[in-house]
Antibody, heavy 123, light 107 residues
Framework: EVQLVESGGGLVKPGGSLRLSCAASGFSFSSYSMYWVRQAPGKGLEWVSSISSSSRYIYYADSVKGRFTISRDNAKNSMYLQMNSLRDEDTAVYYC????????????????WGQGTLVTVSS | EIVLTQSPATLSLSPGERATLSCRASQSLSSYLAWYQHKPGQAPRLLIYDASNRATGIPARFSGSGSGTDFTLTISSLEPEDFAVYYCQQRSNWPPAFGPGTKVDIK
């Protein structure tokens, strides 16, 4: 059974930092691109960042570029999101998601998602 | 960047009724569109990909259609567990983008 479990969320002041983790199991983690998607309170889903299976290709939404860093450790079946210089507008539930097709840079649908971890940025 | 719009914003229906949700793109997506179901406190669930292909384990009452800029998700007969928010998502042009969602609630 595929499982994605996020952790690391919490309350942080503006300008602060957090590191989110996503622990994966039940599939060949090292073969799949992985994604972070967030949902701000009362809003829809927003893609945040993505990382290819080998970490060769990394992308960020403009809203987080230069502040967030995505990474993965295939030996540990884990993905991370280092979030620095946090702003009020980064408040959201952050989901990790798995791409539907392995070893592809074009088939970016998400067939499994975690339950999410809440990040609250507030003074 | 491609912009997706969804209509209606809210759809109020009774169990057993048919639901028809629309997603429109700012430019052609060919067939590169997916639909997700999202319930509060739960992980989003992939329903349909490439406009009309049901994902693994998705009941046959969910169907998708369309191509180009206009797409439809149809739920043939609403079950109690189908009341949720539904999002469309495109993979035609990077970056992946979601529509604003349609909430299907109980009338």
């Amino acid at each position: 059974e595929v499982q994605l479990v996020e952790s690391g969320g919490g309350l942080v002041k503006p300008g602060g930092s957090l590191r989110l983790s996503c622990a994966a199991s039940g599939f060949s983690f090292s073969s799949y691109s992985m994604y972070w998607v967030r949902q701000a309170p009362g809003k829809g889903l927003e893609w945040v960042s993505s990382i290819s299976s080998s970490s060769r290709y990394i992308y960020y939404a403009d809203s987080v570029k230069g502040r967030f860093t995505i990474s993965r450790d295939n030996a540990k079946n884990s993905m991370y999101l280092q979030m620095n210089s946090l702003r009020d507008e980064d408040t959201a539930v952050y989901y990790c998601a798995k791409q539907i097709v392995p070893d592809s840079t074009s088939s970016y649908y998400f067939d499994y998602w975690g339950q999410g971890t809440l990040v609250t940025v507030s003074s | 960047e491609i912009v997706l719009t969804q209509s209606p914003a809210t759809l109020s229906l009774s169990p057993g009724e048919r639901a028809t949700l629309s997603c429109r793109a700012s430019q052609s997506l060919s067939s590169y569109l997916a639909w997700y179901q999202h319930k509060p406190g739960q992980a989003p669930r992939l329903l349909i990909y490439d406009a009309s292909n049901r994902a693994t384990g998705i009941p046959a009452r969910f169907s998708g259609s369309g191509s180009g800029t206009d797409f439809t998700l149809t739920i043939s007969s609403l079950e109690p567990e189908d009341f949720a928010v539904y999002y469309c998502q495109q993979r035609s042009n990077w970056p992946p983008a979601f529509g604003p969602g349609t909430k299907v609630d109980i009338k």
